[in-house]
């Protein structure tokens, strides 16, 4: 697919290239494969809007260099491929755009002589190949639609895999890679079983959404509290921990700092405090609200330290886990 006119395109690099030149560079072709390569945690932030702009099919608007106000607005109508070395983990939305595909280190014998094997016959040319697949194009059209909501089905409704809590957009990413397969698998020979790929495709996503709850503002947040714990840079003035009755007290004002630190440091897009709240004393969330004083409402008011936010948690071995996220405390 990068070999559509002439030798293969040696990709972009994501660092030294301007966003306004990505935005232009992705929307140069239609239904072919953009590569952009060296993806680092120095990306410039603004790819981040652009990318789940184009993923939502919303064209970039950028501003034209002349006096009449006009834009340029850049739609993307192919695929994009990013090649690096860090995951897309700027924040949870960006991170949940994306298929994930993983390649470990390795000094595997058998994977070099496959890679060889293709190398030659990619030199000698794929034409046949392309010739083959595309001849089934036209029954491809007509059953694509139907297939892809067959496929979305049947994986939301497998036992065995169990995805009742997978989020709508992966279920999707799966349907959207397995489709194709589901329709030339009848047609055209393939050197692997269906139900083998689609196994290997569904643990993908399932560990994609461990990830996903990895990167969830809440997560991270705790993320930023064991670190802080770490460098011993937490305070009495911070938090209490009730190790007899199970409930954390912290104070959101204080530990914002560090939040907002330790994201900067990961390469993370914090939330606004105000946000960060919001999803901290959530319903569905092990928070507890203020029922037994005056001034009811969320905070608390704790001996010692002051207003703060009440949170019940479950002791483990070493530290707690409050939301099944486990905190060095």
């Not at 036209?138 to 639609?145: G, L, R, S, T």
């Not at 895999?161 to 799966?174: A, D, S």
């Not at 290997?200 to 809440?218: F, G, N, R």
Request: aromatic share 12%; with cysteine; proline share 4%.
């Amino acid at each position: 697919m990068l070999r559509l006119w002439g030798d293969a395109n040696p990709g972009t690099p994501a660092i030294g290239t301007t966003v306004k030149g990505l935005a232009r560079i992705c929307g140069q072709k239609r239904n072919a494969l953009t590569y952009i390569k060296e993806f680092d945690k120095n990306f410039d932030p603004m790819l981040v809007p652009m990318i789940k702009s184009f993923y939502d099919g919303v064209a970039y608007g950028t501003a034209a260099t002349s006096n009449d106000n006009k834009t340029n607005l850049f739609e993307v109508t192919s695929g994009i491929i990013f090649d690096g070395n860090i995951l897309p983990t700027a924040e949870s939305a960006f991170f949940d755009r994306f298929i994930i595909a993983t390649f470990e280190k390795g000094n595997h014998a058998q994977t070099r002589d496959s890679y060889n094997l293709l190398q030659e016959e990619v030199e000698k040319g794929l034409g046949n190949v392309l010739l083959n697949i595309l001849s089934e194009r036209e029954a491809f059209k007509e059953q694509y639609k139907r297939t892809f909501f067959e496929v979305y089905d049947s994986l939301k409704n497998h036992a065995e895999y169990n995805l009742k809590g997978v989020p709508e957009r992966t279920l999707n990413h799966v349907a959207f890679l397995l489709t194709p397969l589901k329709i030339n698998y009848k047609n055209l020979t393939f050197p692997f079983d269906y139900s083998e790929v689609e196994g290997k495709v569904v643990a993908d996503a399932i560990e994609k959404v461990h990830m996903l709850q990895e990167l969830s503002e809440t997560s991270i947040f705790w993320d930023a509290v064991s670190h802080a714990k770490n460098e011993n840079r937490l305070s009495d003035k911070m938090y209490q921990c009730d190790v007899v009755d199970c409930i954390l007290y912290i104070r959101v004002n204080e530990l914002y700092p560090l939040y907002v630190d330790y994201c900067k440091r990961s390469v993370i897009e914090p939330a606004d405090k105000q946000t960060l709240l919001k999803l901290l004393t959530a319903p569905t969330y092990p928070f507890l609200p203020n029922t037994t004083q005056k001034q009811g409402g969320k905070a608390y008011r704790k001996d010692g330290l002051g207003s703060c936010y009440r949170f019940s948690f479950k002791k483990l071995q070493h530290g707690i886990e409050i939301a099944g996220k486990e905190i060095n405390l």
